[in-house]
């Protein structure tokens, strides 16, 4: 089984789509989750940092359910610029210096 | 924010020639910094994470002695591809780990590295 593993791409959507991305990660004692967007040939951004009690940013809103060990990435209204691949991204533990990427889940979004 | 500033951006050369890229962390100190590639549609492979003042600690199936890894600052890492082939042709992206809590990643812009 793999460290991170992500929903598989790709994910064709119209504008305006709600669209929702998993990943699963296989240590109970991962710290850190994160969920990067990466254009084509492009390095990761950072999208958001993902917290035990959820967060949103605008139109983004991750989850994390550590019970389940699995994170979520939801992204409403979608427009055309939100097409890339979404990386997820895990760190097995504070302090650690490995970090665990996702396969990574590609977007389009089509008018 | 962080910024991890990578060059060059792209670079193509002979087969047989090594190519040096360069990592520096432009306003903080990055004492651990990573190395990845990346093949065309597919995710980013670590290579090795580049320890300041050590030596790098490589990924299973990576050369260590292919792909050099220095660290001798608090701000720059480089890699060097020596005797590069058309097969090491692809994406490089250097990483530094940010400080805090949330210990983020910054990432480089990345290097096409191209092998004639």
């Known amino acids: 089984r793999k460290e991170v593993e992500q929903d598989p791409g790709p994910f064709n959507v119209p504008e305006g789509a709600t669209v929702a991305f998993n990943c699963t990660y296989s240590?109970?004692?991962?710290?850190?989750f994160f969920w990067y967007r990466q254009d084509c040939r492009k390095e990761p951004k950072l999208l958001m940092s993902?917290?035990?009690s959820g967060n949103e940013d605008g139109r983004f809103t991750a989850q994390l359910n550590r019970a389940s060990q699995y994170i979520s990435l939801l992204i409403r209204d979608s427009k055309l610029s939100d097409s890339a691949t979404y990386l997820c991204?895990?760190?097995?533990?504070?302090?650690?210096?490995?970090?665990?990427f996702g396969a990574g889940t590609r977007l389009f979004v089509k008018a | 924010g962080a910024v991890v500033s990578q060059h060059p951006s792209r670079v193509i050369c002979k087969s047989g020639t090594s190519v040096k890229i360069e990592c520096r962390s432009l306003?903080?100190?990055?004492?651990?910094m990573f190395w990845y590639r990346q093949f065309p549609k597919q995710s980013l492979m670590l290579m090795a994470t580049?320890?300041?003042?050590?030596?790098?600690?490589?990924e299973q199936g990576v050369e260590k002695d292919k792909f050099l890894i220095n660290h001798a600052s608090l701000t720059l890492s480089t890699l060097t591809v020596t005797s590069a082939h058309p097969e090491d042709s692809s994406f490089y992206i250097c990483?530094?780990?940010?400080?805090?809590?949330?210990?983020?990643?910054?990432f480089g812009s990345g290097t096409q590295l191209s092998v004639l």
């Open positions: 990483s530094a780990r940010g400080t805090g809590r949330d210990e983020k990643l910054f």
């Open positions: 240590n109970s004692a991962s710290q850190s």
């Open positions: 993902v917290y035990s």
């Open positions: 991204v895990v760190n097995p533990n504070t302090g650690g210096f490995k970090t665990i």
């Open positions: 306003d903080f100190q990055a004492t651990t």
């Open positions: 580049s320890n300041e003042g050590s030596k790098a600690t490589y």
